[in-house]
């Protein structure tokens, strides 16, 4: 890749030194168009140690949306709701550290939380500097995206969030150890419940037998089993299926253990929009049932649909957006 290829962009504010913002100037990508893609800018932003792949879309003046992805996927998993909001709106998102054409850290540390938050502190303060980001987040880009959402600091970049399907970790320790301090058998079966939901975590934490599975062909029956587990359909391939799944599974190794057994009292007054797919096979609904302590702006939509339905068949999920951050323009307009 030479230096025409893309601009180098800093936003790294939470690092020591930072350099000022520059101008936002990106270039086209020329590379062959999956069917829902649009043609997109893509741009480089310096992260919390590592250089970010970002992209931009859509209508230069309308509201920024930020779209943050989850596990096994990249950027590319948004590209049927790119297809369906850029007309209205400039959209935001970038590959995850680690998806992807972003660098990948080879510490698990560098995986940490933390870490996440700061990644995408950076695309906001790179890409719109002037403007707070409606973020949309899903799956692990959810879980990751509370981090951001709970931070003090970050909280101002923020318009509103919308949360599919991606709990806040903390948020789930306090979940599992006020339930069990109940003692009663029905809060007792919840538990159990999502822990039986959540088989694939252990999993994750094999050494090396996941990367192992992904080597041997998970990536391309990957398609297949969305089909079949999850009846999706209309997800775009992934050009970086196999490297996603393998590096992919440090986010569960460096978070899921420290964060649910000392969890930490994370609020925000982000105006959230919360969406609940109840048929979501790995993340039960009665996950959120306390979320009204930790965010007192909440809108939960609780909705048919598995774990990345609405992603595959966005139509749904993209007029939740508009009204969502239609509502947000119009409170925030009104407030200035």
């Avoid at 998993?77 to 790119?82: E, H, S």
Wanted: hydrophobic fraction near 40%; proline fraction near 8%; aromatic fraction near 8%.
């Amino acid at each position: 890749m030479t230096s025409d290829d893309v601009i180098l962009i800093s936003g790294a504010r939470h690092a020591r030194n930072s350099p000022a913002t520059r101008p936002v100037r990106c270039r086209p990508v020329n590379a062959p168009l999956h069917r829902h893609e649009l043609p997109a800018q893509r741009c480089h932003v310096q992260g919390d140690g590592v250089l970010l792949q970002a992209y931009v879309w859509g209508k230069a003046d309308g509201p920024t949306l930020l779209l943050v992805h989850g596990y096994p996927d990249s950027h590319e998993i948004w590209l049927p709701l790119v297809s369906a909001l850029a007309a209205d709106y400039r959209i935001l998102a970038y590959d995850v550290r680690g998806h992807g054409a972003s660098q990948a850290p080879r510490r698990l540390r560098d995986y940490r939380l933390e870490r996440l938050a700061n990644d995408l502190e950076a695309v906001i303060r790179a890409l719109s500097p002037q403007q707070p980001v409606h973020l949309v987040a899903h799956d692990w880009g959810s879980i990751q995206s509370w981090e951001a959402v709970t931070e003090p600091r970050i909280q101002p970049l923020l318009a509103s969030y919308t949360s599919i399907s991606g709990p806040c970790l903390d948020h789930v320790g306090h979940w599992m150890r006020q339930r069990i301090s109940l003692r009663s058998p029905g809060a007792l079966r919840q538990v159990l419940g999502q822990l039986l939901s959540s088989w694939y975590i252990a999993l994750f934490h094999i050494p090396l037998l996941p990367e192992l599975c992904w080597r041997l062909g998970l990536d391309r029956a990957w398609p297949w089993l969305l089909r079949r587990v999850e009846g999706v359909h209309g997800l775009p391939p992934s050009s970086t299926q196999r490297s996603d799944g393998m590096r992919g599974v440090q986010l569960y190794r460096a978070n899921f253990i420290r964060s649910l057994l000392r969890p930490r009292a994370r609020s925000t007054c982000v105006p959230v929009q919360l969406i609940v797919p109840l048929a979501d096979r790995f993340v039960r609904a009665q996950l959120f049932d306390d979320l009204p302590h930790w965010a007192p702006s909440l809108t939960r939509r609780d909705v048919r649909g598995g774990h990345w339905h609405l992603l595959a068949e966005p139509k749904a999920l993209a007029g939740w957006i508009r009204e969502h951050v239609a509502r947000m323009e119009e409170d925030q307009g009104v407030s200035k």
